[in-house]
T-cell receptor, first 109, second 116 residues
Framework: GIQVEQSPPDLILQEGANSTLRCNFS?????LQWFHQNPWGQLINLFY???GTKQNGRLSATTVATERYSLLYISSSQTTDSGVYFC???????????FGKGITLSVRP | GAVVSQHPSRVICKSGTSVKIECRSL??????MFWYRQFPKQSLMLMAT?????????EQGVEKDKFLINHASLTLSTLTVTSAHPEDSSFYIC????????????FGSGTRLTVV
């Protein structure tokens, strides 16, 4: 099956700093999503981005489908950005999402 | 946007008993729902794909007789953990997609199961 690798596994930032989270995948995908899992376990959908670039406030994401990677940018980080960020992909309509191992982000005040 | 409701959010049960978890799509119909399990500090692992009106498809290594899935309507899928044991303690989370719309999959808020 498809492989999803996220890097770095852990990231510690000072409040106000910027960061880039990476997701590599091993095959063509028709769906790629970035999620933020909060301390209560809720998965918050940040972006649906199988290709192209999107921005939402301080967050933006870019997926280069031909090169099989996606980047999540966090600017002016805040302590509330702390948590685990997952990249997940699927390869067909209504097919399962395969998750990466996640990136644990800690933003210190 | 699409909303998926999952209940209960937290349950504690005795070893040997069964627990049912519900997953509902509130504002859309979902012919397919997915059930995931997440152990502490690990990623989400797909357990099974729930198909409305037909049998669920289980991932390799997941006991279908232990984790019963029923998808009786286009808005409801249930996961029943039968004869639960402490090793079944985990975070269970469901997801669904509306299909044609371009925003991907929506996840429920998850159920934290503790078997004592």
């Amino acid at each position: 099956g498809i492989q999803v690798e996220q890097s770095p596994p852990d990231l510690i930032l000072q409040e106000g700093a910027n960061s880039t989270l990476r997701c590599n995948f091993s095959d063509s995908v028709n769906n790629l999503q970035w999620f933020h899992q909060n301390p209560w376990g809720q998965l918050i959908n940040l972006f649906y981005i199988p290709s192209g670039t999107k921005q939402n406030g301080r967050l933006s994401a870019t997926t280069v489908a031909t090169e099989r990677y996606s980047l999540l940018y966090i600017s002016s980080s805040q302590t509330t950005d702390s948590g685990v960020y997952f990249c997940a992909v699927s390869t067909g309509a209504n097919s399962k999402l395969t998750f990466g191992k996640g990136i644990t982000l800690s933003v210190r005040p | 946007g699409a909303v998926v409701s999952q209940h209960p959010s937290r349950v504690i049960c005795k070893s040997g008993t069964s627990v049912k978890i519900e997953c509902r799509s509130l504002d859309f119909q979902a012919t397919t729902m997915f059930w995931y399990r997440q152990f502490p500090k690990q990623s989400l692992m797909l357990m099974a794909t729930s198909n409305e009106g037909s049998k669920a498809t289980y991932e390799q290594g997941v006991e279908k007789d232990k984790f019963l899935i029923n998808h009786a309507s286009l808005t409801l899928s249930t996961l029943t953990v039968t004869s639960a044991h402490p090793e079944d303690s985990s975070f269970y989370i469901c997801s669904a997609t509306e299909g044609g719309r371009n925003y991907g999959y929506t996840f429920g808020s998850g159920t934290r199961l503790t078997v004592v």
